[in-house]
Each structure stands twice: as C-alpha cells, then as structure tokens.
Nanobody, 126 residues
C-alpha cells in the first residue's frame, strides 16, 4: 500500500512557476513508477508527466514539454513536478499517482496506475 499526498498548488499569474511535491508513504517507494495527471473542469484526466523507478526514464506530454520537469528523490520518498512558463490552460487539479509495485516502465494511461493522491489545485490567471 502506498499513500500519496500532493502539495504546492496555488494561484499564479501566467508566465509564473510552481513546484508540486508528492510525498509517498512506505519503504519501497523506489520500486514504484510514478506519474502526474491533471483534470480540468469538463475534461478527462490526462497524463502530464511520468518517471521510472530510478528517475532515469521520463516522459512529458507534448503540451507541457519544455516547460514542465518531473523528478524524484527516492531517499525522501518524493516526486516533484516543476512547472515553468505556466499558461491559463494549465489550470486544473493535479494528481500524483503510482503504478503497481515492481511494474516496470512508464505508464501512459490512468488505468495503469493503482494509487492516487487527493489532488492539488493549480490556477493560472491571465
């Protein structure tokens, strides 16, 4: 079992930055591939970024590539999403998620993730 708690959301002006954090419980965090998803009102949940166990393999959606960076510090059971050059269309609830333990590789669909945080709101004003 893994419990995930996101933090770092808030209100920011367009062009600004935020860093989201996801703290995970458990001693085997390093064996979970992780992802960040977002869901805007009236839209489906979408993958923003994903990262492998070691952090050596990452993925960012085309809509955020070059602006967002996913990273992790396994010693601190934490995964981060650094968001720069934010746009109003980035406004959404952002969720941290973990794949099943020892599932190798990145997950690209929400049904590949087993554990979810409660979400943190990110609002970008124009």
């Amino acid at each position: 079992q893994v419990q995930l708690v996101e933090s770092g959301g808030g209100l920011v002006q367009a062009g600004g930055s935020l860093r989201l954090s996801c703290a995970a419980s458990g001693r085997t965090f390093r064996t979970y591939a992780m992802g960040w998803f977002r869901q805007a009102p009236g839209k489906e949940r979408e993958l923003v970024a994903a990262i492998s166990w070691s952090g050596g393999d990452t993925y960012c959606a085309s809509s955020v590539k070059g602006r967002f960076t996913i990273s992790r510090v396994n010693a601190k059971n934490t995964v981060f999403l650094q968001m720069n050059s934010l746009k109003p269309e980035d406004t959404a609830v952002y969720y941290c998620a973990a794949r099943k333990e020892l599932d190798a590789g990145l997950g690209y669909r929400s049904n590949e993730y087993v554990y979810w945080g409660q979400g943190t709101q990110v609002t970008v004003s124009s």
